[in-house]
């Protein structure tokens, strides 16, 4: 007995010779076998099937697919091909049909094509912190929506922990996860690279040269870190005493030389902004620092920051804690140093000065260690988008993250132009801003929810203590918890050792969106 799957389309359990004269007789034009060979005895092979209909001149098709298994996408994506392109009425098979219909459900449920690209209701470029929380947020308002999630990467980090692997508290393991076990269920994520961006056309073409189409854009791929922008960086790094945290592999390599650097001189190194987590290299100076501390060495070390900028923080109110740490550790601070050329084997970094007056010179230091933190960029299929503004990041709109000459484009996360700190807890309070403002864009309403440029840096000055710097647009104080926010904690070092990570793999990235104003707005728009 057979079954309607759709006007064109039956199925129903095994074939017999009978059957298939019967098909024939009566105008079906294809017939597709899920069942594979040798199942049971008596079973009549695929062969003799296949050569008993293409002799009564029908369309044989062999998509097996294993009892108790689940049709993946290329089985899906070769039953749906088969569909649109061979005649009908067609017929499918298995032992039960139960097979049959789960394949039939699976290359439905495919996205459709529009004009030679594949068309998802939301696509997301960056499966990074942002592309994973708004992906989730997402579907937390709206479950139906079609959702590709698109990144080559196939792993998945939290890098606010590097700082502390970079100082003995923290397994580099713990930080990295498999790219699959991130992704959203009802999700698909597209392990490809992004090409260009067509947003008059609602499209994006990936380096494989296929297209996707889409109603609603997201780009949130990260930032780029521009390592080959400092001269004999990418040789220099990984030995020789030149590290950085910024990168999964070294920042174990900048525990190893903090542990067995006793004397001599420790350089740390921070670019012009905008990069993500500014105190980032500074974090790694202290910890350095109060190892050196702990071991009674600190007082054979020379330490020196290079600060390209002109301020320690860019936050007035928490610059007094900094400079007593400074003064605690004996650092001297370099302003408007850049840092523009490493030699490893000599062990000579290179900075450029710039005067008041605006005069540029270079001067040489020698190191035992240098702590390096590159200059970062927007990433280059952005920076030569349409959707960038001068400086190469996607212009949005600083409070709704709306594009601001696209309307059905939305940015977050480090690629975003918003003039907000480039940290994981600012990207917490855009998600879901990001997902109430697009599901009420496809409802034809108005942006509602507006992000206050809110940011925060767990600032480690030693070891068990942290400055827990909160704040939004203008440097205005945005603290979580009612103690004043310029004191070292215990309390927050154990935030940022403990709690942060949980909330991180178990909060951001699943959805979860405590102590942000916008959920209280419509959990479900």
Same mark, same amino acid.
């Given at each position: 007995?057979?079954?309607?799957?759709? /006007?064109?389309?039956?199925?129903?359990?095994?074939?017999?010779?009978?059957?298939?004269?019967?098909?024939?007789?009566?105008?079906?034009?294809?017939?597709?076998?899920?069942?594979?060979?040798?199942?049971?005895?008596?079973?009549?092979?695929?062969?003799?099937?296949?050569?008993?209909?293409?002799?009564?001149?029908?369309?044989?098709?062999?998509?097996?697919?294993?009892?108790?298994?689940?049709?993946?996408?290329?089985?899906?994506?070769?039953?749906?091909?088969?569909?649109?392109?061979?005649?009908? =009425?067609?017929?499918?098979?298995?032992?039960?049909?139960?097979?049959?219909?789960?394949?039939?459900?699976?290359?439905?449920?495919?996205?459709?094509?529009?004009?030679?690209?594949?068309?998802?209701?939301?696509?997301?470029?960056?499966?990074?912190?942002?592309?994973?929380?708004?992906?989730?947020?997402?579907?937390?308002?709206?479950?139906?929506? $079609?959702?590709?999630?698109?990144?080559?990467? $196939?792993?998945?980090?939290?890098?606010?922990?590097?700082?502390?692997?970079?100082?003995?508290?923290?397994?580099?393991?713990?930080?990295?996860?498999? *790219?699959?076990?991130?992704?959203?269920?009802?999700?698909?994520?597209?392990?490809?690279?992004?090409?260009?961006?067509? =947003?008059?056309?609602?499209?994006?073409?990936?380096?494989?040269?296929?297209?996707?189409?889409?109603?609603?854009?997201?780009?949130?791929?990260?930032?780029?870190?521009?390592?080959?922008?400092?001269?004999?960086?990418?040789?220099?790094?990984?030995?020789?005493?030149?590290?950085?945290?910024?990168?999964?592999?070294?920042?174990?390599?900048?525990?190893?030389?903090?542990?067995?650097?006793?004397?001599?001189?420790?350089?740390?190194?921070?670019?012009? *902004?905008?990069?993500?987590?500014?105190?980032?290299?500074?974090?790694?100076?202290?910890?350095?620092?109060?190892?050196?501390?702990?071991?009674?060495?600190?007082?054979?070390?020379?330490?020196?920051?290079?600060?390209?900028?002109?301020?320690?923080?860019?936050?007035?109110?928490?610059? =007094?804690?900094?400079?007593?740490?400074?003064?605690?550790?004996?650092?001297?601070?370099?302003?408007?140093? /850049?840092?523009?050329?490493?030699?490893?084997?000599?062990?000579?970094?290179?900075?450029?000065?710039?005067?008041?007056?605006?005069?540029?010179?270079?001067?040489?230091?020698?190191?035992? *260690?240098?702590?390096?933190?590159? =200059?970062?960029?927007?990433?280059?299929?952005?920076?030569?988008?349409?959707?960038? /503004?001068?400086?190469?990041?996607?212009?949005?709109?600083?409070?709704?993250?709306?594009?601001?000459?696209?309307?059905?484009?939305?940015?977050?996360?480090?690629?975003?132009?918003?003039?907000?700190?480039?940290?994981?807890?600012?990207?917490?309070?855009?998600?879901?801003?990001?997902?109430?403002?697009?599901? &009420?864009?496809?409802?034809?309403?108005?942006?509602?929810?507006?992000?206050?440029?809110?940011?925060?840096?767990?600032?480690?000055?030693?070891?068990?203590?942290?400055?827990?710097?909160?704040?939004?647009?203008?440097?205005?104080?945005?603290?979580?918890?009612?103690?004043?926010?310029?004191?070292? &904690? &215990?309390?927050?070092?154990?935030?940022?050792?403990?709690?942060?990570?949980?909330?991180?793999?178990?909060?951001?990235?699943?959805?979860?969106?405590?102590?942000?104003?916008?959920?209280?707005?419509?959990?479900?728009?």
């Amino acid at each position: 007995m057979s079954k309607q799957l759709d /006007n064109q389309l039956t199925v129903s359990g095994q074939l017999d010779t009978e059957d298939i004269k019967r098909l024939a007789a009566t105008g079906f034009k294809t017939i597709v076998n899920n069942r594979p060979d040798g199942e049971e005895a008596n079973q009549p092979s695929n062969a003799q099937l296949q050569a008993l209909a293409e002799g009564l001149g029908l369309n044989w098709v062999y998509l097996p697919l294993t009892a108790g298994q689940k049709p993946d996408a290329n089985l899906a994506q070769s039953f749906r091909d088969v569909m649109d392109t061979l005649p009908r =009425p067609a017929h499918v098979f298995c032992r039960t049909g139960r097979r049959s219909e789960m394949i039939h459900q699976a290359a439905s449920a495919l996205p459709a094509q529009t004009n030679g690209a594949t068309h998802y209701d939301v696509v997301i470029v960056g499966a990074g912190t942002a592309g994973v929380s708004v992906a989730t947020s997402i579907l937390n308002r709206s479950t139906g929506l $079609r959702i590709a999630l698109v990144d080559p990467a $196939r792993t998945h980090d939290y890098q606010a922990a590097w700082t502390l692997v970079g100082a003995g508290e923290f397994e580099a393991t713990q930080t990295r996860k498999p *790219m699959v076990e991130v992704i959203p269920r009802g999700v698909n994520w597209l392990a490809k690279a992004v090409e260009s961006f067509q =947003p008059e056309h609602n499209q994006i073409t990936l380096a494989d040269g296929s297209k996707l189409a889409y109603d609603q854009l997201v780009v949130c791929p990260g930032l780029k870190l521009n390592w080959h922008a400092i001269e004999g960086l990418t040789e220099a790094l990984g030995s020789n005493g030149v590290t950085s945290n910024y990168r999964y592999d070294l920042a174990q390599y900048t525990w190893e030389l903090v542990q067995k650097t006793r004397k001599g001189r420790a350089l740390f190194t921070q670019p012009a *902004m905008p990069i993500k987590c500014a105190g980032a290299p500074q974090k790694a100076m202290y910890l350095s620092c109060s190892n050196w501390e702990e071991k009674k060495v600190l007082g054979n070390i020379e330490v020196e920051m290079y600060n390209a900028g002109a301020v320690v923080f860019g936050v007035p109110t928490f610059v =007094p804690p900094l400079m007593e740490y400074i003064k605690r550790y004996n650092a001297q601070v370099n302003f408007s140093h /850049n840092l523009v050329k490493i030699d490893g084997p000599s062990k000579t970094a290179t900075f450029e000065v710039i005067s008041p007056d605006g005069e540029k010179r270079r001067v040489e230091r020698t190191f035992d *260690m240098i702590h390096v933190v590159p =200059p970062q960029v927007a990433p280059d299929f952005v920076a030569k988008s349409p959707l960038a /503004n001068a400086a190469g990041w996607v212009d949005v709109d600083q409070h709704t993250l709306q594009h601001v000459r696209y309307p059905n484009v939305f940015g977050l996360g480090d690629a975003g132009s918003m003039p907000n700190a480039k940290t994981t807890a600012a990207i917490r309070k855009q998600a879901p801003i990001v997902a109430n403002n697009l599901i &009420r864009v496809r409802q034809g309403l108005a942006p509602q929810a507006d992000y206050d440029g809110y940011g925060a840096c767990p600032l480690t000055v030693e070891k068990g203590k942290v400055v827990l710097a909160e704040f939004s647009y203008g440097g205005k104080l945005a603290p979580t918890f009612p103690l004043n926010p310029a004191v070292p &904690r &215990r309390l927050n070092w154990m935030l940022k050792k403990h709690v942060f990570p949980a909330l991180y793999w178990f909060g951001a990235l699943k959805g979860r969106e405590w102590l942000t104003a916008c959920a209280k707005l419509d959990s479900k728009v």
